[in-house]
Structures are given as C-alpha cells and as structure tokens.
C-alpha cells in the first residue's frame, strides 16, 4: 500500500477532517492534502509514526474507560 492511501485512510479512520487531523498530529493541513494526493511522498516513517500514535491514544483511551 503507499503511503498517500495509508495516510488518507488513517485520517479517516479517526472520522477527523484533514484540519482537524493536522491540529491533533501537528502536520500542516498543505502537507496532508499534498500527502494524499500523491503530490508528495512521506518519508517511510511517517504512516507508521502516525499508525503507531494513533493506536496508543486508542489504548491509553481504553484503560482510562476501564478504571471508571
């Protein structure tokens, strides 16, 4: 899979919009949109940072729930 179609479906995966997305992750709303449209390409590292981050926050979210 490429990079722009795994960024792309990560954002989605959260149901955040790319302004939104930018603001949580801290990457420019320019960069993402470039990102993908396959204007540009991510360094390799970057969907697997943003996986990783992503899947944390999901984590860290759920054992929060469980103490309550």
């Given at each position: 899979?490429?990079?722009?179609?795994?960024?792309?479906?990560?954002?989605?995966?959260?149901g955040?919009?790319?302004?939104?997305?930018?603001?949580?992750?801290?990457?420019?709303?320019?960069?993402?949109?470039?990102?993908?449209?396959?204007?540009?390409?991510?360094?390799?590292?970057?969907?697997?940072l943003i996986?990783?981050?992503?899947?944390?926050?999901?984590?860290?979210k759920?054992?929060?729930?469980?103490?309550?």
């Open positions: 899979m490429d990079a722009a179609k795994t960024i792309k479906e990560l954002r989605e995966s959260t955040m919009s790319r302004k939104e997305f930018s603001e949580h992750t801290g990457i420019p709303v320019r960069t993402l949109e470039d990102w993908e449209a396959g204007r540009r390409t991510p360094p390799e590292y970057i969907p697997r996986a990783y981050k992503l899947k944390y926050e999901e984590l860290v759920g054992k929060e729930e469980n103490l309550l």
